[in-house]
């Protein structure tokens, strides 16, 4: 049996691990990808609002461009998977896809590279920017390895394909086990496991039976059930009915962003992978908006609330809650906004507005 | 008609022959909502009446109802599901101990027909543009086989605009701002996620129609709501949406008239919210909201 203590410990443990922080005055090290296009002037916001606040964080800039390795296999850059490896916290921004490059997505060369298994994006409303829902707050976690895309087609006969989706046991244990995780260290009531067991007995069937299975040691979390159809139906009548949600592959690539969509879209949401070794990178899950790269015009919010999102995942809940409070004030109060909030304010202009506030609060 | 599963010759489960007769000779059907089965030995009954009838397509019109109070309120789109085959062929393994395959099956022949559907609906429904729903990023030959069959027919009906966009765009682009879209067509668990999403926006499963097509030219409409056993026979039940379905059945047979005057006497009821069942808000039963429509329908004559 494990004891609260035990849990307490091993959570502790794991922080340590992850941190290096632990009663040490050490600066932390976190690998900061800034990507294409806007990627960098976003990136640049973000440190500066991090200066501002004076968190004890160095960036350790690297690129993520595909390089082949001996043997023709396409892989990220060496230095970029040891500085991963070495500070095990990553933030990056958008990455611009390849169009007949001949390699992979970098997204997806990361997410094998690092076993990214859980993508996590917590969608709450942003006072002041208005969309048809004012009390949303939930997180939607996916399992990002397998299901649906697997990748795995073929043509069966002329005219017919069939497309195969993988559901295992251990990685539905694992994503289970780290929303649960999740819903206990962040405070969250229940958790909702998100499936199409009624169609699809034995996939969605496993994926939930190892839901049910992890919820038993957990009991301190509340865990429901719930068809994907009925949360869709259900979700854009009264989203404050949910809170956590778990799920496979494609459930989940739908849902969060039908849940990003609800608070005002790619611009503004955070969201974190998760990897198996310990890595976890935050992101911001817009596109590289070619046509405002370097005009000083682009929103850094959805890239410094994905810093925020990390910063609490390394303990540094202070921090984030100040700069996250200075993003959201900076915002409700609609003096200087980002042409795609509404206002006319450059890039330049809501960073310094964001670090002027966070000045403030000292 | 009774919709209650009988097991033929051979053990084989089966609709009850009188049903089968008589939708093979009227051609349409209205029906409202069937009870599940639970352990009861035999498949669903919808999936029986899909199977028999072969209704290959699920049409869901949905459009914000005035007085209806939703976040939305100019919702005007129709959901256009293939719903034969995809991702709910129910074919599923255990490969080994642990891992569970199941298998999602595109064919040439069902992309052509649901997306040729979806092209005359929207000519003979005045609709401006069909969106193709996929996701053949990722699923590049099953997914990318219906979206080609869809750009095939699409240079058939030069008269409607097609365009294509992927599922969690749509999704993303739906919450913020459903007027951007109009006809969608999409292969089955799609159909399934998308149908449901947009009877969301327009207040639920109570007021939204539907509509399933059949290859012989049968055609099936029926409200999409449950059966609701705790408030039935209680004169408390909101008849709009199989009254919607109806409505979407007289146009389907041509009687355009007769269902603009059903569907507006229904309409203005709702709007004016005098006479409205428990689920819309109000306190009136069944028969009540039932009587305020009928005199609506006879004050226009």
């Known amino acids: 049996h494990r004891t609260m203590a035990s849990n307490v410990w091993r959570s502790m443990v794991r922080k340590c691990r992850l941190s290096r922080v632990v009663f040490s005055l050490q600066l932390q090290t976190v690998t900061l990808i800034p990507g294409d296009g806007i990627g960098p002037e976003i990136s640049v916001a973000v440190m500066k609002i991090f200066e ?8 350790e800039e690297r690129n993520v461009t595909a ?5 023709g296999r396409w892989m990220i850059p060496p230095d970029c998977k040891e500085s991963m490896d070495r500070t095990l916290i990553g933030l990056k921004g958008p990455l611009k896809t390849p169009i007949a490059a001949g390699h992979p997505s970098m997204n997806l060369l990361l997410r094998k590279t690092f076993d990214l298994y859980a993508n996590v994006r917590p969608c709450v409303s942003i006072e002041g920017y208005k969309t048809p829902y004012t009390d949303v707050d939930l997180v939607t976690i996916r399992e990002n390895t397998e299901g ?8 069966i006969v002329d005219g017919v394909v069939q497309s195969i989706k993988l559901i295992t046991e251990d990685a539905s244990r694992r994503i289970a086990e780290y929303a649960f995780e999740y819903a206990r260290n962040n405070q969250r009531n229940s958790v909702t496991a998100v499936h199409k067991a009624n169609i699809m007995r034995m996939s969605d069937g496993l994926f939930l039976r190892k839901c049910r299975e992890v919820a038993e040691n957990f009991k301190d979390v509340k865990f429901t059930e719930m068809y994907l159809d009925t949360v869709c139906l259900n979700m854009v009548q009264d989203p404050t009915q949910f809170d956590v949600l778990v799920m496979p592959n494609l459930y989940g690539d739908i849902l969060s962003d039908l849940c990003a969509g609800l608070i005002g879209g790619l611009g503004v949401t955070p969201s974190g992978n998760i990897g198996a070794n310990g890595v976890a990178i935050f992101e911001s899950v817009h596109g590289t908006a070619p046509d ?18 990390m910063l609490r995942h390394m303990g540094m809940h202070d ?24 206002g006319k304010s450059k890039c330049s202009e809501f960073t310094e507005e964001i670090c002027r506030r966070v000045r403030d609060m000292d």
């Open 52 to 59: 501002s606040a004076k968190v004890p964080i160095q960036w």
């Open 67 to 71: 390089i082949q390795g001996p043997g």
């Open 148 to 155: 649906e895309y697997s990748g795995i087609e073929h043509i």
């Open 292 to 309: 405002i790269a370097g005009l000083d015009m682009a929103n850094p919010t959805a890239l410094l609330l994905s810093a925020v999102m």
């Open 319 to 342: 921090y984030g809650k100040k700069i996250e409070t200075a993003c959201f004030d900076t915002i409700r109060d609609k003096k200087v906004l980002t042409g795609d909030l509404g």
